[in-house]
């Protein structure tokens, strides 16, 4: 296996996170800042590459380094931290050519991908004949020779006088990956090229692009976004090309948020939100009822309706730390709580659509009884029994 994992933290009870570097970079330096605020949702695993970080074993010589098989090597690192589990799936973020990893686990198993987040990298990253150039002068001077252009090309404006631990940090990791480890990745880099395949993409897709960043441009994430079924791109104002590193709260809230499906409020407008609220509410009620209640909508009544969309549906039920299952099952519990029978009707039908099963909503109306009182639970249960016999489940 050309891969090895550093543990970045988080408990292994939450959903699997997976890390991939940056040419030059090792795991730790590159992911740990952002790694502090993805342990809370996740458990966070990151890779080194060859000759890279932790990672000192000596290259196969089998065949060449690709893409593919360092796509191919963390896959079966995944399969080794959930032995006895059977193929897991996993939520998935790189930067540079841990993003082209990215999208070749996309090509070659979209069916492990829970969902992806690749930043900083591209379809195809520079040409072959760059990276022949970068090979030569490493095997000539070693990985020394390429930290003064680094330290000019890796970062934003200003960052190594903002964080010089940071920036010494990565430019000291580049100097100790080993020679022909970071040869055998350009190799691979030359050869890497799926431009052409991008549509066979399907799982939804967020590119994160630097503003300053000239190794991969936005352009080329752009092209990314919009090659891919369901693509989206955000541009990170003054960053270069190690976002994780340089922006690691906003990373680590983007990777969150396409983890669990919620749009990124920070570069949202209202109407955008107002748009995501909408798609999610027509989602859970189903499309008819929320037609019906926007038609019904009047002068007196249109701006409590703009309100429910933008507030609850934008602003609540697309936040990333509970998913649609666990929220009907809080919005059941409350609505008996406090007697809203019209709505506890609605949020019946609502659970179903989100997964949750008849024998959760009658365990959820038995608590009830408990802790809300056994007239409500009552209630509760025939009016539950009334909306899942409408939908023959009862």
Not at 19 to 48: I, K, N
Not at 63 to 81: F, G, H, K, M, Y
Not at 157 to 173: K, M
Not at 182 to 199: G, I, K, M, N, P
Request: hydrophobic letters at 45%; charged letters at 20%.
């Amino acid at each position: 296996m050309t891969v090895t994992a550093v543990r970045l933290g988080g408990r292994p009870d939450l959903p699997l996170l997976v890390l991939g570097p940056s040419l030059g970079t090792s795991a730790t330096t590159l992911w740990s800042a952002a790694a502090e605020h993805l342990a809370r949702s996740f458990q966070v695993v990151a890779w080194d590459l060859p000759g890279h970080g932790t990672n000192r074993f000596p290259l196969p010589e089998d065949e060449p380094l690709t893409v593919a098989r360092l796509a191919a090597d963390v896959l079966e690192l995944v399969d080794s931290l959930v032995d006895g589990f059977g193929p897991a799936r996993f939520h998935y973020a790189g930067d540079s050519v841990g993003g082209a990893v990215g999208l070749q686990l996309l090509l070659d198993a979209p069916h492990r991908v829970s969902s992806a987040t690749l930043l900083c990298t591209g379809a195809r990253i520079g040409s072959p004949e760059s990276w022949q150039e970068r090979i030569g002068t490493v095997r000539a001077s070693g990985t020394p020779a390429l930290v003064g252009a680094s330290a000019s090309r890796w970062f934003g404006p200003g960052f190594l006088d903002r964080e010089p631990e940071r920036g010494s940090a990565l430019l000291h990791a580049l100097q100790d990956a080993d020679d022909a480890g970071y040869a055998a990745v350009c190799e691979a880099l030359a050869t890497f090229d799926v431009r052409e395949r991008l549509s066979e993409i399907k799982v939804p897709v967020l590119a994160v692009a630097g503003s300053a960043d000239e190794v991969t441009p936005p352009s080329g994430l752009a092209l990314v976004a919009e090659g891919v079924a369901e693509g989206r791109l955000v541009v990170l104002d003054g960053v270069g090309h190690l976002a994780p590193v340089e922006a690691p709260e906003v990373v680590a809230r983007l990777v969150r948020a396409q983890a669990y499906g919620a749009p990124e409020r920070d570069h949202l407008t209202v109407e955008q939100v107002r748009a995501q609220g909408m798609q999610v509410r027509r989602a859970v009620l189903g499309t008819e009822h929320v037609d019906r209640a926007t038609a019904a909508a009047t002068d007196f009544t249109s701006d409590f309706q703009e309100f429910i969309t933008e507030y609850a549906w934008g602003g609540i039920w697309t936040r990333p730390g509970l998913d649609r299952r666990a929220r009907s099952l809080v919005t059941l519990t409350a609505l008996v709580a406090r007697g809203h029978h019209e709505e506890l009707a609605m949020h019946v039908r609502a659970a179903r659509t989100n997964g949750v099963s008849v024998d959760e909503i009658k365990e959820l109306l038995l608590q009830t009884a408990i802790y809300c009182g056994v007239p409500d639970a009552n209630t509760a249960f025939r009016i539950a029994q009334k909306v899942l016999g409408e939908l023959g489940e009862a």
